[in-house]
């Protein structure tokens, strides 16, 4: 991250824009399971995370918990960000549905009404990322997929050239739609999932 760059109150800053640091944190730094982070030498700066610490990272800059880091706005952010991977995991991977949450479980971090210490979708990606088969290419996949997905349901100008227009969607069996923005041309087809899985542009 830059010194200029402030993510944390960034009023623009997406779910897709975190998941996407987590990934690329991820890259850079060392995939992690079993803890947020791998503590083995406090010294290290950026220690290798997990994918919740990833994002928590992604949004930060630091492993450290403190009322400077975490403000109402990161908190937002961390909780958005978290739900939009669970959700991904919910709809491709088989993992529980974030929306179904459990008696005692908060919907997102800091909810004072739950009895347990994480919210319910930090569950799901904590036990997803925790899982004995895991690696670290598919952790980074997933948080990317995520974005893809939220880029996809959330976003309209969607295009650099700022015109309004639907991301590509496709028809899996013919796969026919355009995958080019409708205004200016340019070809968007590494934005859609299903393309990507039929062997097109990545």
């Known amino acids: 991250m830059q010194p200029t760059q402030n993510l944390v109150t960034d009023p623009v800053i997406s779910p897709a824009d975190t998941l996407r640091g987590a990934g ?3 890259i850079r730094h060392g995939w992690h ?3 947020m982070f791998d503590q083995a030498d406090p010294e290290v700066a950026f220690p290798p995370a997990c994918g919740l610490g990833a994002i928590r990272m992604a949004l930060v800059g630091t492993a450290e ?3 400077d880091t975490w403000s109402p706005q990161t908190v937002e952010a961390f909780a ?4 939009a991977w669970a959700e991904h995991l919910f709809t491709c991977y088989g993992e529980p549905d974030p929306a179904a949450v459990p008696l005692g479980r908060a919907t997102a971090w800091h909810d004072e009404a739950a009895t347990a210490e994480m919210s319910w979708p930090e569950q799901i990606v904590v036990d997803w990322n925790d899982a004995y088969d895991r690696n670290a290419g598919q952790v980074i996949a997933a948080l990317n997929g995520a974005a893809d997905e939220w ?3 959330h976003r309209t100008c969607w295009c650099e050239c700022g015109e309004d227009d639907d991301p590509p969607s496709c028809d899996q069996e013919g796969h026919t739609h355009p995958h080019s923005c409708q205004h200016c041309a340019t070809d968007h087809s590494h934005l859609c999932r299903s393309w990507r899985g039929w062997g097109g542009a990545r």
């Open 33 to 35: 399971q079993g803890d």
């Open 65 to 67: 918990i403190g009322a």
């Open 24 to 26: 690329l944190y991820l």
């Open 151 to 153: 880029f996809r349901k």
């Open 80 to 83: 958005a960000a978290v739900m």
